[in-house]
């Protein structure tokens, strides 16, 4: 992923295809030419019930983590996800990229395609990060988005195939939109592969973030049912109020209202899921509380006690192009556990 020097030293916004996009491109020219340009002799993913739940399970779970690093929508913006992950101290090089973040945990809460020109670069980028920082002690998980649902479910679906959507950009690189969405390429793999929550000690990451009040193995259960038997379009990932597409307002009131008391609906749901925080990306824009006060557009926040964080900052040029920041935990679980927003620049602030 090499990146062109800028005046701040950390990167200009082209960033070249790297080895996931690539790997694709060579994978699908020597299955041959036409309208299909799958691997050749890849199965067929696009059927309900293809995933492998063991390989690729519906909720990642991880124990122990030192430090633990979020953030929301990287929207096809490879640029700005790097200097994000630069200014947290995450990563060393200037394309490829390597893993400096030691035993830390790194969760990106879904949403890395649409709105931007790049996903696929920024998509390369975490994929290799995968491998380095497991090599090194540490962790990098992508969890699903809605719009990688969408994707998956309907490849030709019009943010897909918006001029600044994952589409155009397959196309750019010889690679159809189905043959991806189907898992018959590399990025196609990597997508159909993300899981749809990450639960990390006594946090809980999902890019929705409305759990239901189910536990870990409840939602496991209906993620799997639910997909094996309608594929990525299923209602458990698709519906309006489900835990990839549930929506907050500037005014409220909020799903986390519906009993009048969030402190305790938010409290009866983490506990549920056996942590202590909930934490979700989706919404840049204002979300107002039922004390009255706003979470700002863009702004980083936690509420009800660290019950509950909201980490899209709308980082994205195709979104509010804000440059983004990341959530850092430190000592997570631990007596003195304590959160904190780190910029692009390394500046941190309280939550």
Do not use: C
Request: cysteine-free.
């Amino acid at each position: 992923f090499p990146v062109a020097p800028d005046s701040d030293g950390l990167g200009d916004a082209a960033i070249a295809p790297g080895d996931l996009a690539a790997r694709a491109r060579t994978d699908a020219a020597s299955a041959g030419s036409g309208a299909d340009l799958a691997v050749a002799g890849a199965p067929d993913l696009s059927a309900p019930g293809a995933r492998d739940w063991i390989a690729h399970p519906a909720v990642f779970a991880w124990h122990g983590a030192v430090d633990i690093y979020a953030m929301g929508d990287v929207h096809g913006d490879p640029a700005a996800m790097v200097r994000t992950l630069r200014g947290a101290g995450l990563i060393a090089g200037n394309g490829p990229y390597t893993w400096a973040g030691g035993a830390a945990l790194l969760v990106v809460t879904g949403d890395v395609i649409d709105k931007g020109t790049d996903a696929l670069g920024a998509i390369d980028i975490l994929s290799s990060l995968e491998a380095d920082a497991a090599a090194h002690g540490g962790r990098v998980v992508v969890t699903l988005g809605n719009h990688e649902a969408e994707f998956l479910a309907d490849p030709l679906n019009s943010k897909a195939a918006g001029k600044d959507g994952i589409d155009p950009q397959l196309v750019s690189l010889g690679l159809t939109p189905q043959a991806t969405a189907a898992g018959q390429n590399d990025v196609g793999a990597f997508i159909r592969g993300l899981p749809i929550a990450a639960k990390v000690g006594s946090w809980f990451f999902v890019h929705g973030g409305k759990t239901g009040g189910k536990s870990v193995a409840q939602l496991s259960m209906d993620l799997v049912t639910g997909i094996d038997g309608a594929g990525f379009g299923a209602p458990v990932l698709s519906a309006t109020d489900s835990l990839l597409e549930a929506r907050l307002s500037g005014a409220g009131p909020q799903w986390w209202d519906a009993t009048g008391n969030p402190t305790a609906l938010l409290t009866t749901w983490t506990q549920a899921l056996g942590v202590s925080h909930l934490v979700m990306g989706h919404q840049p824009g204002s979300v107002g509380f039922a004390d009255g006060s706003t979470r700002g557009a863009d702004q980083m926040a936690q509420k009800y006690g660290g019950l509950l964080f909201l980490v899209d900052t709308g980082l994205s040029v195709g979104a509010d192009a804000t440059g983004g920041a990341w959530l850092h935990v430190t000592k997570p679980g631990a007596p003195g556990e304590a959160f904190e927003e780190v910029l692009p620049t390394g500046a941190t602030r309280a939550l």
